[in-house]
């Protein structure tokens, strides 16, 4: 079989479908927001609702399968990648989005084997935009191929991050001095459109020529890995050596000199790893 996971893929392109009809339909009722580590970190029980219809419908068919996600890791599961496929799950990318009706929205799955990331699937319920890629098959928006911006020359590039309060000053002032020493290159902007997901997406389809952060989860970048590299994007560690998908931190871009001369003016902080929660 040329393509064992193909069955695995065409699955989750219903689930993701099904879970963006259960987001825009919450969409049109009162959020119940609750807290987890800070007063800035939110979940919903749409969160919990998708991620549980996601596992649900995948277990069932996939009995096998492991599983990573973000409610059910904040619930107290683990967060270890192994050999086994793995479906790596973030029910709203863009919580805070959502609670605030934010358009930027995503459902984000990606799906390991080997520890290697055989497909990913990103879609931006409130646009309906869905972002598809399968390794070595090409990335897509809405069965339309995408590609990045190719663009080589930082002082012409369009950079997003994200920004929010940092417990540890040092760390917060670091992600302000980050900020400041990208934009001082200079670049010709930086934006943060609140989903890691689509922050990735949108570098998939040259809306933006990098985006760079420190801070977040496998389960925000999983999804959008596969779809930046299928669309010939470069993705590394933000110190510049290989990707790390449980390290917590990434740089993607357009381009490998725009991904490095990025790598080359970001202070590094310690945010932890995934595979060591807990």
Request: glycine share 8%.
């Amino acid at each position: 079989m040329s393509d064992p996971w193909k069955e695995c893929m065409d699955h989750c392109l219903v689930v993701t479908k099904e879970a963006g009809k259960m987001i825009q339909e919450a969409l049109k009722k009162e959020i119940s927001v609750m807290q987890k580590s800070s007063p800035v970190d939110l979940v919903t029980e749409t969160d919990q609702k998708v991620e549980a219809l996601i596992i649900s419908s995948i277990k069932e068919k996939y009995p096998t399968h492991s599983f990573i996600g973000e409610e059910s890791v904040a619930a107290g599961a683990p967060s270890i990648l192994t050999d086994n496929p793995t479906w790596i799950i973030d029910p709203i990318d863009g919580t805070t989005n959502f609670v605030h009706r934010f358009p930027f929205v995503s459902v984000s799955i990606g799906f390991a084997v080997n520890k290697e990331i055989e497909f990913g699937i990103v879609y931006s319920c409130i646009e309906e935009k869905m972002y598809t890629a399968r390794k070595g098959k090409g990335a897509f928006c809405n069965g339309v191929p995408i590609k990045v911006s190719g663009q080589e020359d930082i002082t012409k590039s369009l950079v997003l991050t994200e920004m929010g309060l940092k417990k540890d000053p040092e760390h917060f002032n670091a992600m302000m001095l980050n900020m400041r020493k990208v934009l001082t290159i200079p670049v010709h902007g930086i934006r943060s459109p609140g989903s890691a997901a689509v922050n990735m997406c949108l570098v998939a389809c040259g809306s933006a020529d990098a985006y760079y952060h420190i801070g977040i989860h496998c389960w925000d970048m999983a999804g959008g890995a596969a779809i930046v590299t299928e669309a010939g994007g470069v993705i590394m560690d933000i110190a510049g050596g290989p990707f790390d998908l449980m390290s917590r931190r990434l740089i993607t871009a357009s381009s490998r000199t725009i991904a490095e001369c990025i790598a080359q003016q970001l202070q590094v902080f310690p945010c932890g790893r995934d595979d060591t929660l807990g």
